[in-house]
């Protein structure tokens, strides 16, 4: 007789990384950027909390150049929750950009032509 076996199971996982920023939003632990493999990284994954799994969100848009060491703050109000990207560095230069996400689209802001000009290790 021969044995059934079944097909492997990919699971998706982030790749491991350091300086990165997370967030909670309605049931997900986000991450977004740091670095890995000796680069910057620009991906976004979601921990399930109750379904305890990662899951990559399909984000539509342009997301935020690769960066570490950057900020990240929530904002709700009547029109929604908005999540703020700022700064951070790529591990050549210093970023002075703002990229916000809602309801997974990015957006951007630009980049700044004030002061804060040297945002390294946000916290």
């Known amino acids: 007789s021969t044995a059934t076996s ?15 920023q997370s967030w909670y939003h309605e049931g997900n632990v986000y991450i977004f950027g740091g670095v890995g493999g000796g680069r910057a ?3 976004l994954w979601a921990w399930g ?17 690769p960066r570490m060491d950057h900020a990240v703050c929530s904002h709700a109000d009547h029109r929604g929750i908005r999540h703020f990207i700022f700064g951070g560095n790529n591990g050549q230069q210093v970023l002075n950009d703002i990229t916000i996400l809602v309801t997974l689209y990015w957006g951007t802001l630009g980049e700044s032509t004030s002061e804060p000009t040297t945002t390294t290790a946000a916290a």
């Open 6 to 20: 079944k097909p492997p199971t990919t699971l998706l996982t982030p790749h491991s990384r350091s300086r990165h």
């Open 41 to 43: 990284l620009d991906d």
């Open 49 to 65: 909390v109750n379904l305890k799994k990662w899951r990559k969100p399909k984000v539509y848009g342009i997301p935020p150049k």
